[in-house]
Protein backbone atom coordinates (compact mmCIF):
# COMPACT_ATOMS: atom_id res chain seq x y z
CA UNK A 1 0.00 0.00 0.00
CA UNK A 2 2.52 2.27 1.04
CA UNK A 3 4.12 1.57 -2.73
CA UNK A 4 0.86 2.24 -4.39
CA UNK A 5 0.06 5.39 -2.65
CA UNK A 6 4.32 6.78 -3.25
CA UNK A 7 3.10 6.33 -7.17
CA UNK A 8 -0.46 7.58 -7.23
CA UNK A 9 1.73 10.55 -5.26
CA UNK A 10 4.04 10.76 -8.39
CA UNK A 11 1.28 11.00 -10.79
CA UNK A 12 -0.38 14.02 -9.63
CA UNK A 13 2.95 15.56 -9.02
CA UNK A 14 4.64 14.96 -12.48
CA UNK A 15 0.70 16.17 -13.40
CA UNK A 16 0.82 19.57 -11.62
CA UNK A 17 4.23 19.96 -12.36
CA UNK A 18 3.21 20.13 -16.62
CA UNK A 19 0.05 22.04 -15.74
CA UNK A 20 2.56 24.94 -14.36
CA UNK A 21 4.57 24.14 -17.61
CA UNK A 22 1.79 24.08 -20.02
CA UNK A 23 0.44 27.67 -18.18
CA UNK A 24 3.84 29.74 -18.92
CA UNK A 25 3.81 28.06 -22.61
CA UNK A 26 0.30 29.14 -22.95
CA UNK A 27 1.18 32.79 -21.75
CA UNK A 28 3.55 33.29 -25.41
CA UNK A 29 2.19 31.31 -27.94
CA UNK A 30 -1.36 31.61 -30.33
CA UNK A 31 -4.39 29.78 -29.58
CA UNK A 32 -4.10 27.07 -32.07
CA UNK A 33 -0.26 26.37 -31.43
CA UNK A 34 -1.30 26.25 -27.50
CA UNK A 35 -3.91 23.50 -28.78
CA UNK A 36 -1.44 21.36 -30.39
CA UNK A 37 1.56 21.39 -27.48
CA UNK A 38 -1.24 21.15 -24.91
CA UNK A 39 -2.59 17.84 -26.52
CA UNK A 40 0.96 16.36 -27.03
CA UNK A 41 1.37 16.85 -23.17
CA UNK A 42 -1.66 14.92 -22.91
CA UNK A 43 -1.02 12.52 -24.85
CA UNK A 44 2.55 12.33 -22.78
CA UNK A 45 0.68 12.80 -19.51
CA UNK A 46 -1.38 9.37 -20.31
CA UNK A 47 1.83 7.12 -21.29
CA UNK A 48 3.83 8.59 -18.27
CA UNK A 49 0.27 7.39 -16.06
CA UNK A 50 0.98 3.87 -18.56
CA UNK A 51 4.39 3.60 -17.29
CA UNK A 52 3.69 4.29 -13.91
CA UNK A 53 1.23 1.82 -13.63
CA UNK A 54 3.59 -0.79 -15.23
CA UNK A 55 5.71 -0.40 -12.33
CA UNK A 56 2.82 -0.71 -10.36
CA UNK A 57 2.27 -3.90 -11.43
CA UNK A 58 5.67 -5.17 -10.90
CA UNK A 59 6.30 -4.11 -7.26
CA UNK A 60 2.84 -5.55 -6.31
CA UNK A 61 4.22 -8.94 -7.26
CA UNK A 62 5.07 -11.27 -4.65
CA UNK A 63 7.97 -14.25 -4.49
CA UNK A 64 6.24 -17.42 -4.84
CA UNK A 65 6.80 -20.40 -2.65
CA UNK A 66 7.99 -23.46 -3.76
CA UNK A 67 5.92 -26.16 -1.46
CA UNK A 68 6.31 -25.45 2.47
CA UNK A 69 6.02 -21.82 4.47
CA UNK A 70 8.70 -19.54 4.16
CA UNK A 71 7.01 -15.76 4.84
CA UNK A 72 8.98 -15.36 7.75
CA UNK A 73 7.49 -11.78 8.60
CA UNK A 74 3.99 -13.59 8.19
CA UNK A 75 1.74 -13.15 11.55
CA UNK A 76 0.64 -15.90 13.53
CA UNK A 77 -0.52 -15.15 16.82
CA UNK A 78 -0.52 -12.84 19.46
CA UNK A 79 -1.27 -12.31 23.13
CA UNK A 80 -0.96 -9.33 25.70
CA UNK A 81 -1.71 -8.87 29.60
CA UNK A 82 -4.53 -7.11 30.93
CA UNK A 83 -2.22 -5.60 32.73
CA UNK A 84 -0.47 -2.03 32.27
CA UNK A 85 2.75 -0.52 33.20
CA UNK A 86 2.93 3.12 33.46
CA UNK A 87 4.69 5.11 30.74
CA UNK A 88 8.47 6.34 31.88
CA UNK A 89 8.36 3.74 34.85
CA UNK A 90 11.52 1.69 35.90
CA UNK A 91 9.67 -1.63 34.17
CA UNK A 92 9.36 0.32 30.52
CA UNK A 93 12.99 1.11 31.11
CA UNK A 94 13.95 -2.25 31.18
CA UNK A 95 11.98 -3.03 28.97
CA UNK A 96 13.27 -1.04 26.21
CA UNK A 97 16.96 -2.29 27.43
CA UNK A 98 15.54 -5.91 26.52
CA UNK A 99 14.00 -5.18 22.91
CA UNK A 100 17.32 -3.25 22.48
CA UNK A 101 19.64 -6.24 23.46
CA UNK A 102 16.82 -8.79 21.33
CA UNK A 103 17.95 -6.71 18.21
CA UNK A 104 21.36 -6.53 18.64
CA UNK A 105 22.00 -10.48 19.64
CA UNK A 106 19.99 -11.36 16.61
CA UNK A 107 22.22 -10.84 14.10
CA UNK A 108 24.97 -12.98 15.91
CA UNK A 109 22.20 -15.92 17.05
CA UNK A 110 19.14 -17.53 16.72
CA UNK A 111 18.14 -17.65 20.20
CA UNK A 112 18.59 -15.88 23.69
CA UNK A 113 17.42 -15.22 27.16
CA UNK A 114 17.40 -12.11 29.14
CA UNK A 115 17.04 -11.58 32.65
CA UNK A 116 16.98 -7.74 33.33
CA UNK A 117 15.80 -5.58 36.59
CA UNK A 118 16.11 -9.01 38.66
CA UNK A 119 19.51 -8.38 41.04
CA UNK A 120 18.83 -8.26 44.32
CA UNK A 121 19.28 -4.46 45.08
CA UNK A 122 16.91 -3.66 42.00
CA UNK A 123 12.77 -2.97 42.81
CA UNK A 124 11.09 -6.40 41.94
CA UNK A 125 8.29 -4.06 40.05
CA UNK A 126 10.99 -3.62 37.00
CA UNK A 127 11.81 -7.01 36.14
CA UNK A 128 11.83 -8.58 32.85
CA UNK A 129 11.86 -11.93 31.75
CA UNK A 130 12.10 -12.42 27.71
CA UNK A 131 13.23 -14.15 24.94
CA UNK A 132 13.58 -14.69 21.37
CA UNK A 133 14.17 -17.74 18.91
CA UNK A 134 13.77 -17.56 14.95
CA UNK A 135 12.78 -20.67 12.85
CA UNK A 136 15.71 -23.03 12.86
CA UNK A 137 16.40 -22.45 8.85
CA UNK A 138 16.42 -19.27 8.43
CA UNK A 139 19.35 -17.16 7.72
CA UNK A 140 21.03 -14.93 9.93
CA UNK A 141 19.93 -11.77 7.69
CA UNK A 142 16.15 -12.95 7.77
CA UNK A 143 16.51 -14.52 11.40
CA UNK A 144 17.75 -10.17 12.16
CA UNK A 145 15.24 -9.05 10.05
CA UNK A 146 12.22 -11.21 11.15
CA UNK A 147 12.62 -10.39 15.51
CA UNK A 148 13.29 -6.59 14.31
CA UNK A 149 9.40 -6.66 13.23
CA UNK A 150 8.70 -8.16 16.04
CA UNK A 151 10.38 -5.72 18.39
CA UNK A 152 8.53 -3.09 15.98
CA UNK A 153 5.12 -4.71 15.84
CA UNK A 154 4.99 -5.50 19.70
CA UNK A 155 4.40 -2.47 21.20
CA UNK A 156 1.18 -1.66 18.84
CA UNK A 157 -0.19 -4.80 19.39
CA UNK A 158 0.28 -4.83 22.81
CA UNK A 159 0.72 -1.50 23.84
CA UNK A 160 1.84 -1.05 27.89
CA UNK A 161 1.45 -4.73 28.50
CA UNK A 162 3.18 -6.46 31.84
CA UNK A 163 3.29 -9.34 29.40
CA UNK A 164 3.35 -10.24 25.88
CA UNK A 165 4.06 -12.88 23.09
CA UNK A 166 4.27 -12.34 19.67
CA UNK A 167 4.62 -15.22 16.69
CA UNK A 168 5.67 -14.66 13.11
CA UNK A 169 6.40 -17.08 10.94
CA UNK A 170 9.67 -17.15 11.45
CA UNK A 171 10.36 -16.22 14.37
CA UNK A 172 8.90 -15.25 18.19
CA UNK A 173 9.33 -12.94 20.81
CA UNK A 174 8.10 -12.74 24.47
CA UNK A 175 8.60 -11.06 27.55
CA UNK A 176 7.05 -11.11 30.58
CA UNK A 177 7.33 -9.62 34.54
CA UNK A 178 7.49 -12.81 36.04
CA UNK A 179 10.11 -15.58 35.33
CA UNK A 180 8.96 -18.20 33.14
CA UNK A 181 12.29 -19.41 30.92
CA UNK A 182 13.10 -23.24 31.20
CA UNK A 183 9.49 -23.91 32.77
CA UNK A 184 7.84 -26.55 30.55
CA UNK A 185 4.39 -24.81 29.18
CA UNK A 186 2.13 -26.97 27.01
CA UNK A 187 -0.90 -24.51 26.58
CA UNK A 188 -2.39 -24.18 22.80
CA UNK A 189 -2.11 -20.77 21.76
CA UNK A 190 -2.91 -21.19 18.08
CA UNK A 191 -4.07 -24.01 15.71
CA UNK A 192 -4.82 -23.57 11.84
CA UNK A 193 -6.23 -26.83 10.06
CA UNK A 194 -6.88 -26.94 6.41
CA UNK A 195 -9.74 -28.42 4.16
CA UNK A 196 -10.38 -32.71 4.80
CA UNK A 197 -8.41 -34.75 2.92
CA UNK A 198 -11.05 -37.92 3.86
CA UNK A 199 -10.35 -40.61 1.19
CA UNK A 200 -6.46 -40.70 1.20
CA UNK A 201 -5.09 -43.25 2.73
CA UNK A 202 -1.73 -42.94 1.67
CA UNK A 203 -1.13 -39.46 2.71
CA UNK A 204 -2.57 -40.35 6.26
CA UNK A 205 0.14 -42.66 6.28
CA UNK A 206 2.66 -40.78 5.08
CA UNK A 207 1.41 -37.80 7.17
CA UNK A 208 1.91 -40.31 10.44
CA UNK A 209 5.45 -41.46 9.59
CA UNK A 210 6.38 -37.39 9.32
CA UNK A 211 4.48 -36.25 12.87
CA UNK A 212 6.21 -39.39 14.12
CA UNK A 213 9.24 -37.92 13.14
CA UNK A 214 8.93 -34.82 13.78
CA UNK A 215 7.84 -35.50 17.68
CA UNK A 216 11.49 -37.16 18.04
CA UNK A 217 13.06 -33.65 17.29
CA UNK A 218 15.06 -31.90 20.13
CA UNK A 219 15.23 -28.45 19.19
CA UNK A 220 14.36 -27.97 14.87
CA UNK A 221 13.57 -31.00 12.46
CA UNK A 222 12.62 -31.02 9.07
CA UNK A 223 10.51 -34.36 7.86
CA UNK A 224 9.08 -35.38 4.72
CA UNK A 225 7.51 -38.73 3.72
CA UNK A 226 6.15 -39.02 -0.09
CA UNK A 227 4.31 -35.66 -0.83
CA UNK A 228 3.92 -35.03 3.12
CA UNK A 229 6.41 -32.30 4.82
CA UNK A 230 6.47 -31.04 8.16
CA UNK A 231 8.49 -29.26 10.53
CA UNK A 232 8.61 -28.81 14.50
CA UNK A 233 10.77 -26.65 16.67
CA UNK A 234 10.74 -26.17 20.74
CA UNK A 235 11.97 -23.26 22.00
CA UNK A 236 16.22 -22.84 23.32
CA UNK A 237 15.49 -22.81 27.18
CA UNK A 238 13.70 -26.19 27.43
CA UNK A 239 15.52 -29.76 28.13
CA UNK A 240 15.64 -32.38 25.47
CA UNK A 241 13.20 -34.26 27.66
CA UNK A 242 10.77 -30.99 28.29
CA UNK A 243 11.26 -30.73 24.79
CA UNK A 244 10.32 -34.00 23.85
CA UNK A 245 7.27 -33.69 25.92
CA UNK A 246 5.94 -30.63 24.93
CA UNK A 247 6.59 -31.92 20.76
CA UNK A 248 4.57 -34.86 21.71
CA UNK A 249 1.52 -33.17 23.43
CA UNK A 250 1.47 -30.92 20.01
CA UNK A 251 1.49 -33.87 17.37
CA UNK A 252 -1.27 -35.10 19.42
CA UNK A 253 -3.23 -31.86 18.91
CA UNK A 254 -2.70 -31.87 15.58
CA UNK A 255 -4.54 -35.45 14.61
CA UNK A 256 -7.59 -34.43 17.28
CA UNK A 257 -7.84 -30.72 16.62
CA UNK A 258 -7.16 -30.97 12.62
CA UNK A 259 -8.08 -34.51 12.21
CA UNK A 260 -7.90 -35.13 8.10
CA UNK A 261 -6.89 -31.73 6.89
CA UNK A 262 -4.34 -31.32 4.36
CA UNK A 263 -1.71 -29.09 6.15
CA UNK A 264 -2.30 -27.76 9.92
CA UNK A 265 -0.28 -25.74 12.67
CA UNK A 266 -0.22 -26.41 16.54
CA UNK A 267 1.50 -23.87 18.30
CA UNK A 268 1.72 -24.55 22.07
CA UNK A 269 3.50 -22.43 24.69
CA UNK A 270 7.16 -23.21 23.76
CA UNK A 271 6.80 -25.79 20.93
CA UNK A 272 5.08 -25.77 17.80
CA UNK A 273 4.53 -28.87 15.18
CA UNK A 274 3.26 -27.95 11.52
CA UNK A 275 2.45 -30.10 8.25
CA UNK A 276 1.43 -30.11 4.24
CA UNK A 277 0.79 -32.25 1.49
CA UNK A 278 3.31 -30.98 -1.19
CA UNK A 279 1.77 -28.12 -3.04
CA UNK A 280 -0.61 -26.86 -0.85
CA UNK A 281 0.76 -23.74 0.61
CA UNK A 282 2.11 -23.05 -4.08
CA UNK A 283 -1.82 -23.25 -4.44
CA UNK A 284 -2.94 -21.41 -1.24
CA UNK A 285 -0.42 -19.17 -2.74
CA UNK A 286 -1.32 -18.83 -6.28
CA UNK A 287 -4.96 -18.01 -4.82
CA UNK A 288 -4.01 -15.53 -3.14
CA UNK A 289 -1.72 -13.75 -5.88
CA UNK A 290 -4.83 -14.14 -8.44
CA UNK A 291 -6.94 -11.71 -5.99
CA UNK A 292 -3.97 -9.94 -5.51
CA UNK A 293 -3.75 -9.28 -9.12
CA UNK A 294 -7.15 -8.69 -9.70
CA UNK A 295 -6.82 -5.92 -7.23
CA UNK A 296 -3.99 -4.28 -8.57
CA UNK A 297 -5.35 -4.09 -12.24
CA UNK A 298 -8.60 -2.33 -10.94
CA UNK A 299 -6.32 0.48 -9.26
CA UNK A 300 -4.25 0.45 -12.56
CA UNK A 301 -7.65 1.03 -14.44
CA UNK A 302 -8.67 3.97 -12.21
CA UNK A 303 -5.34 5.66 -12.35
CA UNK A 304 -5.68 5.25 -15.89
CA UNK A 305 -8.89 6.05 -16.58
CA UNK A 306 -8.34 9.60 -13.92
CA UNK A 307 -5.54 10.11 -16.03
CA UNK A 308 -7.48 10.59 -19.25
CA UNK A 309 -10.53 12.08 -17.63
CA UNK A 310 -7.79 15.16 -16.69
CA UNK A 311 -6.25 15.86 -20.11
CA UNK A 312 -9.85 15.02 -21.41
CA UNK A 313 -11.53 17.99 -19.25
CA UNK A 314 -8.22 19.82 -19.30
CA UNK A 315 -8.58 19.82 -23.54
CA UNK A 316 -12.15 20.74 -23.27
CA UNK A 317 -11.98 23.36 -20.54
CA UNK A 318 -8.71 25.39 -22.92
CA UNK A 319 -11.15 24.94 -25.83
CA UNK A 320 -13.87 26.34 -24.56
CA UNK A 321 -11.89 29.63 -23.16
Wanted: hydrophobic fraction near 35%; glycine fraction near 8%; charge should be positive.
Amino acid sequence: MIKKNHYLTLILSLQATKNKERQVHILGKQGGRMLRNHQSQSSDRIILALKLSSLLFLFSSTPSIHGSPTRPHLFIYAGCSQVKYQPESLFEGNLNTFLSSVVSSSSQVAYESFAIGNETSTPTEGTVFGLYQCRGDLQPMECSKCVQNSVSEIGLVCPYAYGAALQLDGCYLRYEHDDFLGKPDTVLRYRKCSKSVTSDVEFFRRRDSVLSDLQAANGFRVSNSGLVKGFAQCFGDLSAADCSSCLSEAVAKLKTLCGSAAAADVYLGQCYARYWASGYYDEADSINKEQAGKTVAIIVGVLAGLAILVVVLSICKKAMA
